[in-house]
Structures are given as structure tokens and as C-alpha cells.
């Protein structure tokens, strides 16, 4: 009765008007967490006492010791 591709052209048509409803509500949500995180960075970056990285203890390799066959 239906082929795949038409039900994919379905889907895509709801996800489409779906989407735009919240379409402005995730741009400005995303803009929002692009600031929030450019302010973090910049601060950590003034401030020079930030947390040193994490260290995971184990083996470490290079790729040249495993090379693919």
C-alpha cells in the first residue's frame, strides 16, 4: 500500500511542522547557551586558576606501537 519512501516523506513533513513551532524557542535556547559557555571560557581564561585536568591512570599507547594490518 505505502512504500518507504512515502512514508519517509510523511515523517519528514510532520517533523518539519512540528519543528517549526519550536524552531525559534531552540535558536534562542542555543544562543543563550553560547553565550553562557563564551562567559565561562573567558572567565577561566582571566582567572589562570582553573582545575588542572583529570588524570585516569592505565597504560598509555602511541599508534605507532599498534599498527593496522
Known sequence: ?????EIAVVLIVIAVV???????EL????????????????ALKEDG???PPRV???ETTTRDEHPKP
Request: charged residues 25%; without cysteine; positive net charge.
Open 18 to 24: 512540528v519543528g517549526i513551532k519550536k524552531l525559534p
Open 27 to 42: 535558536t534562542r535556547s542555543a544562543g543563550k547557551s553560547a553565550r553562557i559557555l563564551k562567559a565561562e571560557a573567558k
Open 49 to 51: 586558576t582553573g582545575t
Open 56 to 58: 585516569i591512570p592505565g
Open 1 to 5: 500500500m505505502f512504500g518507504l519512501s
